[in-house]
């Protein structure tokens, strides 16, 4: 099944409906279907076998999916915060190809062999203008449908592959059709280059709903956004929650309009969720886990899971407002041991899945077994109920003497600590042990002392697992997408290093 | 009529349209209105549903067949209702999940 039929299905059906933009000037689904095939007849004529994007959010974004889908040319949104070199290394990647590029980013882009460079006004006048409404497209086979950089923290980015099939697979075993009401309207906030802004795009459509882009994450534009646009719902990452809660509870804001919000890409503190729940005790808070390889969300902690999870008594359902929730209902998961077995609930182990939606598959490489699992390398394990919990990429375990210690459950209780503002644990090379246990603080006011954050650990989990090497510090390194970048800052904190 | 995934068929007597998810284990014949599809490029003649076969297809409902293993969605909203090898198909129970992306 071929992406652009998505967006055939919603015009077919309400095409007056807003589909992208603002309620004073927004396209409906009848003129984004319009606009795409226009955008992809011009693109056409510009050659190249991949469509590159390299530009903020905005309606072009998925005019400029559709169409390249339409085509039967991959789309590859590049990161374009990246330094100039790491950037034209990619762009020159996708030869031969054409890129569409933001008009004031074209001056960072160098002329590559193979690649013919557009600017954004052009593709987007292309797409509105009247000589290319209804021109005759090819029929195009559906193939690889998107190709994502993953953020490449070690090397050269890998180019992951997403199939038409794996997407459309995705979108319509999770969405209802057109089953948002008509005056929903989605807020987008993760950039064109990450996986969860190229679902939102497809879900979005097959439910009817509106997309407002954020062209780039703000919490004032945000919390701005939301407002004069009547955002009902909306995904962001944990870092933007936090952020976005400041201003929230600074100006009294609670945004009447919002039903759900989602958020995934990184582990959630508890108190920024429990914040979250207090401020906006009307909103439906959904927590997703996904990765690229999988065309995003694989599991779901629900809205009542949450309100469960926050008035337990229980202290195993309040657990699990830390949990991902459950696989969804169409995909396998399993955790595996070290030797592929497969564990028990409450053991430790690695996720796979495997399902329809479930790529695993690079441009030089498929990840995927035999049998078609999926090895994601993130550490978790089941509870009695099913529930998941993840604790992280595997790299990133600590083994002290033998002994496998995962940073989540220590950064949980650190956070915990009236004067702990930010935390990051990971492992620093150790004569004794291999490895110990280190951890950044970035403190609230006055910097506790290490002696007191130790106990305060030992006490809660154990003496294996207290870290035996403090650096207070005024900030953590993270991505742009609010991810920590560990490596860095294990470099930073090795000693002689 | 080879029902691979993701090919595209019309109905011959109502304005259906469907997409194979899931392809039958073995042949079968997929009909609308009482008359088999047919591919979603070619133009569909004269016709109505046959009155036992007029229940109607609704778009984005997703309809399957167990004796064959056939999984269908429909694409576009039709008169005519599904049926394989002349036994008629009913649109699976879909669970709504809260919005994630």
């Known amino acids: ?497 | 009529m080879e029902l691979k995934p993701g090919s595209r068929w019309r109905s011959a007597v109502c304005d259906g349209e469907f997409v194979v998810v899931r392809p039958p284990k073995t042949p079968v014949s997929l009909e609308c209105g009482g008359a088999p599809v047919i591919p979603h490029g070619e133009a569909r003649g004269q016709g109505a549903p046959s009155a036992d076969h007029a229940a109607g297809a609704g778009a984005g409902k997703r309809y399957a067949d167990e004796t064959s293993g056939l999984e269908v969605l429909c694409s576009k909203a039709g008169a005519g209702s599904l049926s394989v090898d002349g036994r008629p198909i009913a649109p699976k129970d879909s669970k709504k999940l809260p919005a994630s992306d």
Do not use: C
Request: aromatic share 6%.
């Open chain 1, 1 to 497: 099944m071929h992406t652009a039929l998505l967006l055939d299905m919603a015009a077919d059906a309400a095409p007056d409906r807003l589909a992208f933009g603002r309620l004073a000037d927004g396209l409906t689904f009848g003129q984004a279907r319009h606009r795409a095939r226009a955008a992809a007849a011009w693109l056409a004529a510009q050659g190249g076998d991949t469509v590159a994007f390299i530009g903020l959010n905005g309606p072009a974004l998925p005019l400029a999916l559709f169409a390249s889908g339409l085509l039967g040319k991959p789309f590859a949104p590049l990161n374009y915060r990246l330094p100039d070199a790491a950037l034209n290394r990619l762009v020159a990647r996708t030869a031969p190809s054409v890129a569409i590029v933001d008009d004031d980013m074209a001056g960072r882009i160098e002329a590559a062999p193979g690649v013919a460079l557009v600017t954004r006004s052009a593709f987007e006048a292309a797409a509105a203008g009247p000589a290319l409404a209804g021109a005759e497209l090819p029929d195009a086979e559906p193939d690889i449908a998107v190709l994502l950089f993953t953020s490449g923290t070690t090397g050269e980015p890998k180019g992951a592959i997403l199939r038409h099939a794996h997407l459309t697979s995705y979108v319509i075993s999770t969405v209802e059709f057109l089953g948002s009401d008509d005056d929903e309207a989605a807020l987008v906030s993760v950039p064109p280059y990450h996986i969860a802004g190229i679902s939102a795009v497809l879900t979005g459509v097959y439910s009817g709903r509106r997309l407002v882009h954020l062209e780039a994450f703000t919490p004032e534009s945000w919390v701005e956004t939301a407002r004069t646009e009547k955002i009902t719902h909306a995904m962001v990452v944990p870092t933007m929650l936090d952020r976005i809660l400041d201003i929230l509870a600074r100006e009294g804001e609670d945004l009447p309009a919002l039903k759900a919000l989602s958020y995934g890409g990184g582990r959630m503190p508890l108190p920024v969720i429990e914040r979250a729940l207090a401020l906006l005790p009307h909103v439906d808070f959904v927590n997703a886990y996904g990765l690229t390889e999988t065309s995003s969300t694989i599991a779901v902690l629900g809205p009542d899971d949450h309100r469960m999870a926050i008035y337990a008594d229980d202290p195993e359902a309040r657990r699990r407002l830390g949990s991902v929730g459950k696989p969804l209902p169409g995909l396998e998961l399993e955790i595996r041991g070290p030797e592929g077995e497969v564990l028990p609930p409450g053991q430790v182990g690695e996720i796979h899945v495997r399902g329809e939606q479930v790529s695993g598959e690079y441009t030089h490489r498929k990840l995927l077994s035999d049998d078609g699992w999926f090895a994601t390398n993130d550490g978790g394990y089941l509870d009695a109920e099913g529930y998941l919990f993840v604790e992280g990429r595997l790299d990133d375990v600590i083994v002290r003497g033998g002994e496998n210690i995962s940073p989540g459950e220590i950064e949980d209780v650190l956070r915990e600590h009236p004067q702990v503002e930010d935390v990051a644990v990971l492992g620093v090379p150790d004569d004794r042990w291999g490895e110990t246990v280190a951890a950044a603080i970035v403190p609230k006011g006055r910097a506790p002392a290490a002696e007191e954050l130790a106990a305060w650990v030992k006490a809660r989990l154990r003496s294996t697992k207290t870290p035996e090497v403090w650096e207070f510090r005024e900030a953590l390194p993270y991505n742009d997408m609010g991810k920590l970048l560990r490596r860095q800052l294990r470099a930073e904190m090795t000693p002689g290093a």
